[in-house]
């Protein structure tokens, strides 16, 4: 459905600062869920995504890749 009289207007953190959450804890915690549930995936068709990309393209379009690389190889889970 769609309906051309609704706007939404996001103001950054504001629902983290409002509710008192730590955000990078917050961050960690959902790219370790977000890891569970596509990690093995996304690693799996890695070359295949970034096939002819430069690091930049690769940077601005799969940061998750990078999180997901240490989160397999360390165990540790980062922001991005």
């Given at each position: 459905?769609?309906?051309?009289?609704?706007?939404?207007?996001?103001?950054?953190?504001?629902?983290?600062?409002a509710?008192?959450?730590d955000?990078?804890?917050?961050?960690?915690?959902?790219?370790?869920?977000l890891?569970?549930?596509?990690?093995?995936?996304?690693?799996?068709?890695?070359?295949?995504?970034?096939?002819?990309?430069?690091?930049?393209?690769?940077?601005?379009?799969?940061?998750?890749?990078f999180?997901?690389?240490?989160?397999?190889l360390?165990?540790?889970?980062?922001?991005?």
């Amino acid at each position: 459905m769609k309906a051309a009289s609704v706007y939404v207007h996001h103001f950054e953190h504001s629902s983290i600062n409002a509710n008192k959450l730590d955000y990078k804890a917050k961050m960690v915690a959902n790219n370790i869920k977000l890891y569970e549930i596509w990690g093995d995936k996304i690693l799996f068709k890695e070359k295949e995504l970034l096939q002819g990309m430069t690091s930049y393209e690769v940077k601005r379009r799969y940061p998750f890749i990078f999180v997901f690389k240490k989160i397999k190889l360390d165990g540790i889970a980062e922001t991005f």
